[in-house]
Each structure stands twice: as C-alpha cells, then as structure tokens.
T-cell receptor
Framework: DAGITQSPRYKITETGRQVTLMCHQT?????MFWYRQDLGHGLRLIYY???????DKGEVPDGYVVSRSKTENFPLTLESATRSQTSVYFC?????????????FGDGTRLSIL | AQKITQTQPGMFVQEKEAVTLDCTYD???????LFWYKQPSSGEMIFLIY??????QNATEGRYSLNFQKARKSANLVISASQLGDSAMYFC????????????FGTGTSLTVIP
C-alpha cells in the first residue's frame, strides 16, 4: 500500500545502546523529516532531507544520525541512547515544489530508554 | 522568536457548537503555507487544511475552515458543528518556501467536545 511506514512501532532499550528507527515512503516524495514529540514541546524537528544524499539539521539534532541513500528510506539512529531521548518519534514526507505541499506522517515509534 | 504560537493549551466545546482554535505565525518569507493537523488519542497526525500566503480566500474543507488574517499573521482553525470525534490535539504548522522548506509546528491545542 502507498504511504509512509515506520518501524518498529514500540521499542524499549537501555542507555548506551545504539538503536535505529526506520522510515519508508512509497510516494517518491523529495522531502523527509524526523520529529520527536514530547509533552509541552509539541513536535520538534530533528533532521530533514531534501533529496537522497542531502540532509540537514533541525532544531534538536544532537545525539542523532540520519542517512538517506535512497529516496524512499530515511533511517534515524541514536548512536548511544540516553533517557532524555525517550519520546515518540514521527517520520514525515512531503513533495517538493512549494509551500502548498503538506507533510504526511507515519504512525510514530514510541521509544523508551531505561 | 517562535515561528508558530498556539496560546490555548486546552479548549472545551459543546457538541454541535462551533469552536475557533487560535494560531499566530511569524515569518519574513513572502511565500509560505499554513497547515492544521489533528492528532487523536490514537496518536497519528492527520492533515486537515491548508492556506497559502497568496490565497485571497479562506480555505474550507468540510466542517473545517481557516480564518486567515495576513496582516495580523493569524491562521485560526474554525470547526463547525463539533462532534465527539473532534476531541483531539490540534497543531498549527507553517512551511516557508524561500528559507529552506522546513515546517514549523506550534505546541498544540487540546480540544474536548462535551456531549
């Protein structure tokens, strides 16, 4: 089915571990985004990508790494997880071409770091 | 400075009544888009409505309309004839064109519809 899918939906891990959140979209959208959502902060942008092999930092990039070797995939890696990275993570995609293009979101990954 | 400001953390509305959720924005980009998203308790983010900076008329989508006042830099969401299923978090967002195509989100408004 067309759309944007995130995996896993839920993840529990320990501090210091590396964890990768996957994001896959089937629309061939140019732009992809990673957000974290925490109470009182709304959605905060971690990283975004305008095209394959082009990534840029958002508001809260520290502790995260992204890559985009293919247009459809945009994995987010926590290299050494910390408790402060416990959050709900959303991936989104958007077509290029102007400010009239909305973002379409995945269902989110709920990540708990113990 | 905040790009998007939503000043109402929580709102209540009686079923079948209309409700307005406030959103103000800040940009110097002449070309931008304004969006509203709904996040029900199940967690997904649902796109509701879009307004472009050059649009002359207010956007409407079914029971949703966007009250766009460019000079005041406000983009309020109006939900008419509220239903119980409208209870959710609502986020206002802006996409700037010239300055990088990033999206900026407000902190959201929690709407509760009372039967």
């Amino acid at each position: 089915d067309a759309g944007i899918t995130q995996s896993p939906r839920y993840k529990i891990t320990e501090t210091g571990r590396q964890v990768t959140l996957m994001c896959h979209q089937t629309w061939s959208h140019s732009y992809m985004f990673w957000y974290r959502q925490d109470l009182g902060h709304g959605l905060r942008l971690i990283y975004y990508s305008a095209a394959a092999d082009i990534t840029d930092k958002g508001e809260v990039p520290d502790g995260y790494v992204v890559s985009r070797s293919k247009t459809e995939n945009f994995p987010l890696t926590l290299e050494s997880a910390t408790r402060s990275q416990t959050s709900v993570y959303f991936c989104a995609s958007s077509d290029a071409g102007g400010p009239n293009q909305p973002q379409h979101f995945g269902d989110g990954t709920r990540l708990s770091i113990l | 400075a905040q790009k998007i400001t939503q000043t109402q953390p929580g709102m209540f509305v009686q079923e079948k009544e209309a409700v307005t959720l406030d959103c103000t924005y800040d940009t110097s980009d002449p070309s931008y888009g304004l969006f509203w998203y709904k996040q029900p308790s199940s967690g997904e983010m649902i796109f509701l409505i879009y307004q472009g900076s050059y649009d002359q008329q207010n956007a409407t989508e079914g029971r949703y309309s966007l009250n766009f006042q460019k000079a005041r830099k406000s983009a309020n969401l109006v939900i008419s004839a509220s239903q119980l299923g409208d209870s959710a978090m609502y986020f206002c967002a802006m996409r700037e064109y010239v300055t990088g195509n990033q999206f900026y989100f407000g902190t959201g408004t929690s709407l509760t519809v009372i039967p």
